[in-house]
């Protein structure tokens, strides 16, 4: 069941994170997922919904052969058809693909909505064996104005950089999406992943919604952190995906709150940065 | 029962951070509290002992009128004789205290030794009614080369700017010692305070070990956050205070970890920065 569409002109968006497992190198079955979960999304007149990182083309590449053979270009029929399923819509999709970018290959995430691809992100912060295959993007994370608000975009490794957060944020974003496939590492018991602690830090520290997109399943042997979750702009987790909730995150978020960065009659989360002692050395004694 | 001290030369530290009491205004009463809180470290032969903010003077003040009233300088026979408490031993001390400036008070920590008062760091990010009493700090927070690895030193909500462990991350400190008083706020049930999350995220983000000094009971209806912890420098807590702790945290550390930055074979928390995009503007689309 699903709760009554908000109101489009109440400052309401709902907000869809929905957790996939791609198999790696199946453009074709990926695509299906893709679309499925859009399919559903719009169903229940989702606003913002949010996909994994290399949605398209899956993760674990045996090799640099592998992960070109599943890049496609912004202007691809899976952007094209992307755009059709959402016409009619005030939907806006952030979805992980990896990006043929000529000779090189990028590890993106594109922003659509009915009006096309509005915005390509190259992920600048590369994990691991990612850097054997992709290269890392030249551009700072855009901002992109939607009918719901301004929405930033990171992918994956790039959120653990608080400097990237604090970009977006500083640029105007009200939510920052952020398609992820966190491979599963090692946590203390009883504590989140780290990963989620690093999200919701980087939520409090700029008043900024983080909605994050991971992987469910396995992918030759990698499992995943399956750490989907919509943060709000205080850090706490308002709604994540299990196997109850078919590995997706919905919740409605009032993004018009990440604009007011006040703390205290004394305090603003942005304005009280010192820029000018960030600049400075710190004194060695 | 306290186990056995480490091997000073073992590379391990043992760090206690106490939640001392204060009473507004009471400099003789704050005196006995940290110097007795010195003297239990130094019977359990701590390496690194850290204080609450304003530690010597308590929190609340009325006015400024009170501040000014409790404010010492570094030369301060408080300071003199905390020096010499610390005679003979290898023990580093981080306290909060209201610093007369001259026609200006600080909201200061120092950083104390055997050989005298080594650093003092005037707080750059005031929080709520301390804008009324204090003048914020013009320098960047310092890391202090110890006999037990360096040392950087934040103060309270300083530390929830990300910008500001990075920048003593980047400077070498292995450590950051945080002298603080965290109002209680609510947050959700079963989740941590939202600071000591902030904590955490900055731990992991650079790599270092973190030990913050919060503050029991409570001043003039004020209560406290009582969340002092040592977090490691993959941003877990290793020590935390209770009653049951009588309001210490101690834990052996070991601070030379915290010089590897490696992630994987490909990856570096430091190394990875991309300092190039982060003074780049976000493209606005």
Not at 187 to 203: F, L, M, N, T, Y
Not at 235 to 249: F, K, M
Request: net charge negative.
């Amino acid at each position: 069941m699903t709760a009554p569409s908000p109101n489009p002109d109440s400052g309401v968006a709902r907000v869809v994170c929905e957790q996939l497992a791609p198999r790696v190198g199946d453009l074709a079955h990926n695509r299906e997922l893709a679309f499925d979960a859009v399919r559903r999304a719009r169903s229940e007149r989702a606003d913002i919904v949010v996909l994994p990182e290399l949605a398209t083309s899956g993760y674990v590449f045996a090799d640099a052969d592998e992960a070109r053979r599943t890049a496609i270009t912004p202007g691809d029929v899976f952007f094209t058809d992307l755009t059709r399923l959402l016409t009619g819509t005030r939907t806006v999709v952030v979805v992980g693909f990896c990006e043929d970018g000529g000779p090189t290959l990028y590890n993106s995430a594109a922003v659509v909505d009915a009006d096309g691809v509005r915005a390509v992100y190259r992920k600048t912060h590369l994990w691991d064996r990612e850097t054997l295959f992709f290269t890392p993007g030249e551009q700072m994370a855009p901002v992109v104005t939607t009918a719901h608000g301004r929405i930033g975009v990171l992918i994956c490794y790039d959120l653990e950089f608080p400097e990237m957060p604090r970009r977006l944020a500083t640029a105007g974003a009200d939510l920052i999406a952020v398609p992820t496939n966190w491979p599963l590492e090692e946590h203390p018991a009883g504590e989140r992943p780290a990963e989620i602690v690093q999200a919701q830090a980087a939520a409090r520290a700029n008043g900024v919604y983080i909605a994050c997109a991971d992987r469910s399943g396995t992918e030759r042997g990698q499992a995943w952190t399956q750490g989907t979750a919509v943060i709000n702009q205080y850090g706490w987790l308002t709604a994540t995906a299990t196997a109850a909730t078919r590995h997706r995150a919905v919740t409605d978020v009032f993004l018009h709150l990440s604009r007011d960065k006040s703390l205290s009659p004394h305090n603003d989360l942005l304005r009280d940065r010192r820029t000018d002692l960030y600049a400075q050395e710190s004194p060695q004694l």
